[in-house]
């Protein structure tokens, strides 16, 4: 891979992450973390929150995007 490729892939991670981030701070992600399966828990003064059905979603998009990505760089 030479740096022309590297470069090129950098630049595509940093526009999805940017596009991420423009998506969070308009509150177009608001529903994450909040998804049936997602377990909450809040009594008194203590608080227990896991994400397991949103954590689930990154992990399944991170698998599909890095095998696509090692597929075509």
Do not use: T
């Not at 049936?36 to 954590?55: H, L, Q």
């Amino acid at each position: 891979m030479d740096s022309r490729q590297v470069g090129l892939a950098l630049l595509i991670v940093g526009v999805i992450v940017i596009l991420i981030g423009l998506a969070a701070y308009a509150g177009l992600l608001s529903w994450f973390g909040r998804l049936p399966g997602d377990i909450r828990i809040d009594r008194g003064n203590v608080k227990v929150y896991a994400p397991i059905v949103s954590m689930l979603l990154i992990s399944l998009g991170l698998s599909v995007g890095l095998a696509l990505f090692r597929r075509f760089f």
